[in-house]
């Protein structure tokens, strides 16, 4: 499984920043090429065990601590851009998405292997059940690949549950600014916060505004009030987060 994570990276010497290596499978097929390579590792043991393995290669190193404390400027000031990789538990998978689409300048591309059932919801489309404000965010900040799965007969212990690698390309929505994705990605929190309520009620009810206030947003976005959330596409949430920045609703004010 390392190796074939490894080979989806063609260039030996694309540098790379590793989340979480644990013992170093994945580490060593990718540092053994002499690329420039940086492991950072929150277990202190974990850790130790990693520096003794990266000697071997000699542009590798390993940063003891939480990857969300740090920048990838700091982490990696020596590449302009980086692939960044790592295992995801499901806890800290949504905080590591929203850390590498907000250094999208620093990071050409992420490898991540995710609960296949997150990247359900990363890919879903609008409408179905999987579908939601996490699918909406990414839309709006990035290209999204399922690359391969991965059976729970690769792991020991063997886990519950099947994995998916991930292939993420931090890529703004087309024609957008920054501040009408964050809004954007606002909007969509408040329309599907409650799953079934028509989006004027959603809207209501997530940005506080009135009903009435709600109806007039939807109206000069040419939408539907009596819709549901779920059922708007990343480029319908751009133009509710259009209308309701017309309105004097800057960002992420409410």
């Not at 059976?151 to 998916?164: I, K, N, W």
């Not at 028509?198 to 539907?224: F, K, P, Q, S, Y």
Request: net charge positive.
């Amino acid at each position: 499984m390392a190796r074939r994570i490894a080979a989806l990276i063609e260039d030996p010497l694309e540098p790379v920043l590793e989340i979480g290596p644990g013992l170093g499978a994945l580490s060593m097929e990718l540092c053994s090429t002499g690329r420039l390579f940086v492991a950072v590792e929150l277990d202190f043991r974990l850790a130790e065990h990693m520096e003794g393995q990266l000697r071997q290669c000699p542009r590798a190193r390993v940063v003891r601590g939480d990857i969300l404390d740090r920048r990838v400027g700091a982490l990696v000031p020596e590449a302009e851009r980086v692939t960044v990789v790592g295992n995801l538990p499901y806890s800290i998978t949504t905080p590591v998405l929203e850390w590498i689409l907000e250094q999208k300048e620093r990071v050409g591309r992420a490898l991540l292997m995710v609960q296949r059932e997150f990247a359900g919801r990363l890919t879903a489309k609008p409408g179905s059940k999987e579908y939601g404000s996490i699918s909406v965010f990414v839309a709006l900040n990035a290209a999204v690949q399922d690359r391969f799965r991965v059976s729970p007969g690769a792991f020991y212990p063997r886990p519950e549950v099947d994995s998916t690698v991930l292939e993420v390309a931090p890529r703004p929505f087309p024609g957008t600014s920054t501040e009408e994705r964050e809004t954007a990605a606002r909007v969509a929190r408040a329309s599907m916060g409650t799953r079934r309520k028509t989006l004027a009620n959603a809207l209501a009810r997530g940005l506080d505004v009135g009903a009435d206030e709600a109806r007039a947003v939807l109206a000069a976005a040419g939408l539907d009030p009596v819709r549901r959330g779920e059922t708007l596409s990343p480029a319908e949430f751009v133009a509710l987060a259009r209308a309701w920045m017309r309105g004097g609703r800057v960002g992420g004010a409410g």
